[in-house]
């Protein structure tokens, strides 16, 4: 049975940082790229972030790269993303999943999505 369960989401006021976590169980993680979305109430699902299967490569969306940094612990089958310098634009549920391909132009998207995560919510208050 595959799992995919985010967690460290939360409220934190603008300029603050967050660590999100993702743990994976039922597939061979380091068999996939992964990669976070991110979901505001009324817009589509966005990717934002890859990194590649050893963690080699990482890509980020334009709303994102400068503040955010996606690692890996292939040991541990968990994903991170760790967001500085957050902004009430971040305000999203924060989705984790396995991905056959990241992007180098967007980072990574939706049709390229093997397996989800329920998704934990972020909120940056003003």
């Known amino acids: 049975q595959v799992t995919v369960v985010e967690s460290g989401g939360g409220l934190v006021q603008a300029g603050g940082s967050l660590r999100l976590s993702c743990t994976a169980s039922?597939?061979?993680?380091?068999?996939?790229?992964m990669g976070w979305f991110r979901q505001a109430p009324g817009n589509a699902r966005e990717g934002i972030s890859c990194?590649?299967?050893?963690?080699?490569?990482?890509y980020y969306s334009d709303s994102v790269r400068g503040r955010a940094t996606i690692s890996r612990d292939n040991a541990k089958n968990t994903l991170y993303l760790q967001m500085n310098s957050l902004k009430p634009d971040d305000t999203a549920m924060y989705y984790c999943?396995?991905?056959?391909?990241?992007?180098?132009?967007?980072?990574?998207?939706?049709?390229?999505?093997?397996?989800w995560g329920q998704g934990t919510q972020v909120t940056v208050s003003s």
């Open positions: 999943a396995a991905v056959l391909y990241c992007d180098t132009v967007v980072a990574v998207t939706t049709r390229r999505v093997k397996y």
């Open positions: 039922g597939f061979a993680f380091d068999y996939y790229r």
């Open positions: 990194i590649t299967r050893a963690g080699d490569s990482t």
